[in-house]
Structures are given as structure tokens and as C-alpha cells.
């Protein structure tokens, strides 16, 4: 069964550019999540999908950071314009549908390490 | 507001030894999900376990055994006999049920080290 995928895996950008990444979640998974993990702490959920509808987007700096999942397959998040404090590595990770009873693991990518210059 | 508190930070052991990893949570909810995963130097992050907060069953997996206390929301990690391979960060993680099923707070994590 193939991962989570997500591209590109390094990106070293200026300050007040724009970058994209990509993720495509494993098949069959309703849920993707994008987490932003800074150096040395934990993944913090920026954006949870479920099929092509947000969940919880409370995280997610909404005046530079956007994200969408059209189709409900593979999601796509932007940071325009990028500061110094972006950088970080950005996490895709995908899991079954979660219930209001039953939560499944997920299922994480590589990771997409950004420089923000 | 949910959270999740790894304070140890960095662990060293030599190899054989037992060495266990602390995870103390926060939540109001009254049905969640506790997870530990594993992130070894190459990135990724893998899952390791998953327990449900009706759940107090300690699990034994090989070396590796959970701790799930609920009277002082800890969910400890023990891992007997480490080995070099052990050598990553772990993290504790608290998922919601209910409105916003899945939604995920991750602890910051502590980095094991395990010397030959």
C-alpha cells in the first residue's frame, strides 16, 4: 500500500515570496491533516479536511496560510508572503474517517522542509 | 483547550536498559484518544499505539509496554531492553471524538538516545 506522499521534500525560499506544497494522502483515507513542526517541538495541526470539507482550521494564519482539498483527494497548502518564523517542516498526514466514537491513527508523509531566508 | 506535556526533553540510556517516557494530558472531553508515535531520525513520524480513554488496559507489545492512568491523566511508555534502533523522538498525542473527531494535540516530544 502506498504512504503518504508529498512534494517537494525541500524548498529554501526569501522572505515575502510564495511556496506551495503538495500532498496526496493514501487511498481511500477521508481525513488530511497539515501540520507545521518547528525545530525541536511537536507536529501543530495548522488544518483538518474531511473529504473536501474543513473541520478545524482555528490553527492556520489565515491571512497568509491557505489550504484546500479539491475532490476530497489531494490538498494543496500555500504560504503567501512567507516570513522568517515559517520556517519549519511541513507535515501531511491522512487517516480513515473518524467517528464521534472511534478515532484511527494517522498515517504520515515525509515532510516537506521549508527555508524561509 | 486540550494539551499534552512531555517534560522530559532529552533521554540518554546504554543499550539494555529499561527507560520509560512520560506523557501527561489535558482535556475536559470525557471520550478522546491517547497515541504515541515515533519519529526516527529519516522524519517520518509511525504509529505506535492508540488507547481510548475507556480504556485503562495496560498493553504490552514486545519490548515495548503503555501505561494508561486515568485518575492522573498519564499515559507513560516503557521500553525494556532498549536497543540503538530505539533511537528517535517520541511523541504523545491526545485526538478529540465528538464535533471534531481526529482533531490532534502532539506534546513536544522527547528525544531518546540509546548508546551501544
Known amino acids: 500500500e502506498a504512504g503518504v506522499a508529498q512534494s517537494p521534500r525541500y524548498k529554501i525560499i526569501e522572505k515575502r515570496q510564495s511556496v506551495a506544497f503538495w500532498c496526496n494522502p493514501i487511498?481511500?483515507?477521508?481525513?488530511l491533516y497539515w501540520y507545521q513542526q518547528i525545530l525541536g517541538q511537536g507536529p501543530k495541526l495548522l488544518i483538518q479536511?474531511?473529504?473536501?470539507?474543513?473541520?478545524?482550521d482555528s490553527q492556520l494564519p489565515k491571512d497568509r496560510f491557505s489550504a484546500e482539498r479539491l475532490k476530497g483527494v489531494d490538498s494543496t497548502l500555500k504560504i503567501q508572503p512567507a516570513k522568517l518564523e515559517d520556517s519549519a517542516v511541513y507535515l501531511c498526514?491522512?487517516?480513515?474517517?473518524?467517528?464521534?466514537?472511534?478515532?484511527?491513527?494517522?498515517?504520515f508523509g515525509p515532510g516537506t522542509r521549508l527555508t524561509v531566508l | 483547550a486540550q494539551k499534552v506535556t512531555q517534560a522530559q526533553t532529552e533521554i540518554s540510556v546504554v543499550e539494555k536498559e529499561d527507560v520509560t517516557l512520560d506523557c501527561v494530558y489535558e482535556t475536559r472531553d470525557t471520550t478522546y484518544y491517547l497515541f504515541w508515535y515515533k519519529q526516527p531520525p529519516s522524519g517520518e513520524l509511525v504509529f505506535l499505539i492508540r488507547r481510548n480513554s475507556f480504556d485503562e488496559q495496560n498493553e504490552i507489545s514486545g519490548r515495548y509496554s503503555w501505561n494508561f492512568q486515568k485518575s492522573t491523566s498519564s499515559f507513560n511508555f516503557t521500553i525494556t531492553a532498549s536497543q540503538v534502533v530505539d533511537s528517535a523522538v517520541y511523541f504523545c498525542a491526545l485526538s478529540e471524538a465528538g464535533t471534531n473527531a481526529g482533531k490532534s494535540t502532539f506534546g513536544d516530544g522527547t528525544t531518546l538516545t540509546v548508546k551501544p
Open positions: 498526514a491522512s487517516s480513515l474517517d473518524p467517528s464521534a466514537i472511534y478515532i484511527d491513527e494517522q498515517f
Open positions: 479536511f474531511q473529504n473536501n470539507g474543513v473541520v478545524d
Open positions: 487511498s481511500g483515507h477521508a481525513t
